[in-house]
């Protein structure tokens, strides 16, 4: 593959992730990360295991890096409320983010016998 | 006349004799005890006499007036009240069930359900709360299709009832509500009568019942009960108040009147269906439709209302979107949920209320509702059939915004649909049945597509504690599904999660809401519609919001009184869940404290036992359940209970949507 290609495919997978290009992704504090999850309310809207809900999304296992969680939470679309660094600093959503890292992907339904039986319907 | 009139004196002396004779009575018990007793109660009253002055002992000339018996005894009884006929007219309503708490100012109706009535059609349901019994009647109707009648005092009794009507009323349910009232000053027996007798009793709820009236003989009693019945049955259906003046409850049927007295022949109107011109327009409008989409909001009448839609959204192959205000739709067919508001080009939507909200979304820039956005697809046109347009009231808002659409039916949707269907078939070409056939087919494979991706989002937080409301539906599901059964709840505060894994077909599976969203109404709406499912031996399952629960509690006690068997699953989320939401929406605007947004909206410290709760009301329980694991197995006894009869609860501990 040509080297302008792949800068180009390189590109398109940074916006398509939201990953700045030339940055870092700060380390984060996973264990303080939960407890502002907590404290903070994030489990109000997206559930104690990230998991999402009628009141919003699933935010366990994304696609998103710390940059991107951050942009999100300052400017977000939807029913979201828009948290300022006076409310929550950019370190504590890494620290946040962190913690999101740890929560676990859901089994895929056909694991489930209980949803296995709903999918085969 | 037929009332024994001994001897005239009047009645307010007959009480105080009455009074003082009591008196008198315990007097006796201490002047005169065992002689133990005697001395220790001397000597207990002197200790005592050191502290406090000593009561004059009472003299000769008011012993004697408390004591002797009085020359005249004023006896007042009767063969025939004139509650006795106000059952008469009950009875020819065909009521199943009266709910109330009880209450003075109807005693003279409560007297004679029970016994010249012989509690039977209606038999009396004993609440602890008039907001539990209107919600019982609200719960019922969903189910029965028919009102249960509510007795309440026209004061205290309809206040603690307001808010219930008020969420019948939006939710166009009929509650037949009968108050008690002393309207003439002078047949007041008592302080406390005056404080719960009014003017007017109605009008405190005048803004969200339908009809009322106060009849002043019990010919007019007769009259406005009949008309208020058909009044509530008519589409829009809605609660309606009679006022049964005490007097008129209490005082024998006059003589002359006996053989007079008329109960008028009950016939309900036939509800109004869509002028014929309009409906053949909207026809032309959705046959050629390149995706027409149809919204149900409470549709569904009756059972034959389901079909109805079913064979509606057959014919043309549309997509249904169900507001889950009523059964409208099972939601297992093809073409549930299998298109969007969006890619709509006509929208036709049914007895929908606030329909300017399903068509519009808010922008995030202003919350409060200023600005937004129209959401439908640009050209594509909206028809209503909504026999809200028929009727209304201004003061309470829940006729929601105006909304712009392109051909308004003023009629009730259920009785149109038919003349719909048909005008719909006789358009529908057989090159452009083949059209339809093919636009089906995509939406069965997109309501497919819905189903999977909602049965893999259900495995999030599958093994989590506290327990998902995903989990906690599927376990249900589990052990539901071969029953005959009915959620006598609503979806709204679980995610929906019973909506989007478990068959619902049946016009009972499902009650709908709150009507106007009024918190309280899931514990006795549940109790109401189990009740009505008992007769036809059907599980009912209510998944009880906690914060709900505990407005009026003393409903699981009349469930276990009167033996009503349903399963009671406690969404225990420990909060007011969308307030803490919405404060902390607020806190986050103002740049502060999003941490404080607990304060006053949850429902920890202690936390409430709700099984312990639940037996203290006498009614079999578990919990609280915290692992997701218990949870199927308490299920399965619980059902066990049941079916047996009785109601039971478990408690459990859940995310908090």
């Keep these: ?29 996973a264990a303080n990360g939960k407890k502002l999850f907590l404290r903070d309310g994030c489990y109000e809207c997206h559930g104690y295991a990230g998991q999402g809900g009628a009141a919003g999304a699933r935010i366990a296992a994304i696609g998103l890096n710390a940059q991107g969680l951050i942009r999100y939470v300052r400017a977000p679309g939807g029913q979201m409320p828009a948290y300022t660094d006076k409310v929550i600093s950019d370190q504590e959503l890494t620290d946040v983010w962190a913690y999101l890292q740890t929560l676990p992907k859901a089994k895929p339904a056909k694991d489930i016998p209980l949803l296995n039986a709903l999918q085969s319907k | ?154 004061t205290v009794g309809l206040q603690h009832a307001s808010m219930a009507i008020y969420n019948a009323y939006a939710d166009r349910v009929p509650v037949y509500l009968l108050l008690g009232n002393i309207l003439d000053g002078a047949w007041r027996r008592s302080d406390v009568e005056w404080a719960h007798s009014v003017q007017d009793a109605a009008s405190m709820v005048r803004d969200y019942t339908k009809w009322d009236d106060s009849p002043v003989s019990l010919g007019g009693f007769a009259e406005s009960a009949v008309r208020a019945y058909k009044i509530a049955m008519t589409p829009p259906m809605e609660p309606i108040v009679i006022v049964a003046d005490a007097v008129l409850q209490e005082e024998p049927i006059p003589d002359a009147e006996r053989g007079r007295l008329q109960i008028p022949k009950l016939t309900l109107a036939s509800p109004p269906a869509g002028e014929y011109g309009a409906v053949k327009e909207a026809a032309k409008m959705l046959v050629n439709a390149d995706n027409p989409v149809i919204m149900a909001g409470r549709v569904a009448r009756t059972p034959e ?63 409060m509702g200023m600005e937004s956005r129209r959401i439908t697809k640009s050209g594509g046109q909206v028809i209503t059939i909504f026999a809200g347009d028929l009727y209304g009231k201004s003061n309470y808002q829940d006729f929601g915004r105006y909304d712009e659409v392109d051909l308004a039916i003023a009629a009730d949707a259920q009785a149109t ?44 937080a599958w093994d989590a504690s506290p327990v998902s409301t995903a989990r906690m539906a599927a376990e249900l599901w589990n052990q539901i599904k071969t029953e005959d059964w009915s959620l006598v709840s609503d979806l709204t505060f679980v995610s929906n999660w ?150 039971a609860m478990i408690d459990v501990v859940t995310q908090p949507r």
């Design chain 1, 1 to 29: 593959m040509k080297p302008l290609r792949l800068l180009v495919l390189a590109v398109v997978a940074i916006l398509a992730l939201g990953i700045p290009a030339f940055s870092q992704t700060p380390a984060g504090d």
């Design chain 2, 1 to 154: 006349m037929a009332r024994s009139k001994k001897i005239s004196v009047d009645r307010r002396g007959f009480l105080k004799g009455a009074a003082a004779g009591a008196a008198a009575g315990a007097a006796a018990l201490v002047v005169k005890p065992e002689a133990a007793q005697a001395q220790e109660a001397i000597k207990a009253q002197e200790a005592a006499e050191v502290h406090r002055p000593a009561t004059p002992l009472p003299g000769a000339k008011q012993t004697a007036a408390e004591t002797t018996p009085p020359p005249h005894i004023d006896v007042w009884t009767t063969d025939r009240p004139g509650s006795d006929f106000m059952v008469d007219v009950i009875k020819t309503l065909g009521f199943e069930y009266v709910a109330a708490n009880p209450g003075s100012a109807f005693r003279g109706i409560h007297e004679s359900l029970i016994n010249y009535g012989g509690n039977k059609m209606p038999e009396l349901l004993t609440c602890c709360h008039e907001e539990s019994s209107i919600g019982m009647a609200h719960g019922y109707f969903k189910i029965e299709g028919k009102p249960m009648m509510v007795m309440a005092h026209g």
């Design chain 2, 305 to 367: 209302g389901i079909q109805l839609l079913i064979e509606l959204a057959e014919t043309l192959q549309a997509a249904v979107i169900d507001r889950r205000f009523r059964m409208n739709f099972p939601t297992a067919h093809p073409l549930y949920g299998a298109s969007t508001v969006g890619a709509a080009d006509v929208l036709l939507a049914l007895e929908v209320p606030d329909l300017w909200s399903m068509t519009h979304t808010q922008t995030p820039v202003n919350r």
């Design chain 2, 417 to 460: 649909l038919p003349i719909l269907i048909e005008e719909c078939r006789k358009l529908i070409t057989p090159e452009r049945k083949a059209v339809l056939q093919q636009r089906g087919a995509k939406l069965a494979e997109q309501s497919k597509r819905n189903r999977q991706r909602d049965v893999e989002q259900a495995a999030w």
């Design chain 2, 498 to 647: 019973p909506g989007r894994l478990w068959d619902f077909d049946k016009p009972y599976h499902f009650i709908g809401g709150h009507g106007a969203y009024g918190v309280g109404y899931g514990a006795p709406a549940a109790v109401g519609a189990a009740l009505a499912n008992r007769k036809h031996g059907r599980l009912s399952v209510n998944i009880q919001c906690d914060g709900d629960l505990n407005y009026a509690p003393g409903v699981l006690w009349t469930a276990a009184h009167h033996r009503i068997p349903m399963l009671n699953i406690m969404h225990n989320n420990r909060a007011y869940h969308q307030e803490l939401m919405y404060v902390e929406d607020m806190a986050a605007r103002a740049r502060r404290g999003v941490e404080r947004a607990s304060i006053g909206t949850t429902i920890t410290d202690p936390n409430i036992d709700y099984a312990l709760m639940a037996k203290a009301y006498g009614m079999f329980s578990e919990g609280p359940i915290e692992n997701p694991n218990d949870l199927g197995p308490a299920i399965k006894r619980a059902i066990e209970v049941v079916k047996r009869g009785e109601p």
